[in-house]
């Protein structure tokens, strides 16, 4: 099993900044790659961006140039910085995490881009 916990959320005028975290503890030696997704209300979740343990990355289209996903490996702990937020990037961000056969979910945590 994999616990998954994240912070940094909160409520940021568009334009600004936020820093998600995701600290994953228990059997994380069978994780092989990482990622954050978000679900705006009504609509689906979506996939932001992934990290691999080799450290290959990708990006949703929609925030790219603008989000960076990084990962500590001694802290066990994912990031998502993400700058020159907008106001459709409002959803509650929930952090990823896939085992060999099965994958993890954190609680989310919620972003709210005023405009």
């Known amino acids: 099993q994999v616990q998954l916990v994240e912070s940094g959320g909160g409520l940021v005028q568009a334009g600004g900044s936020l820093r998600l975290s995701c600290a994953a503890s228990?059997?994380?030696?069978?994780?092989?790659?990482m990622g954050w997704y978000r679900q705006a209300p009504g609509k689906q979740r979506e996939l932001v961006a992934h990290?691999?343990?080799?450290?290959?990355?990708n990006y949703a289209t929609s925030v790219k140039g603008r989000f960076t996903i990084s990962r500590d490996n001694v802290e066990n702990t994912v990031y998502l910085q993400m700058n020159s937020l907008k106001p459709e990037d409002t959803a509650v961000y929930y952090c990823?995490?896939?085992?060999?056969?099965?994958?993890?979910w954190g609680q989310g945590t919620q972003v709210t881009v005023s405009s």
């Open positions: 990823h995490a896939n085992g060999p056969a099965v994958g993890y």
């Open positions: 990290i691999t343990n080799g450290g290959s990355t």
């Open positions: 228990g059997s994380i030696f069978s994780i092989n790659a």
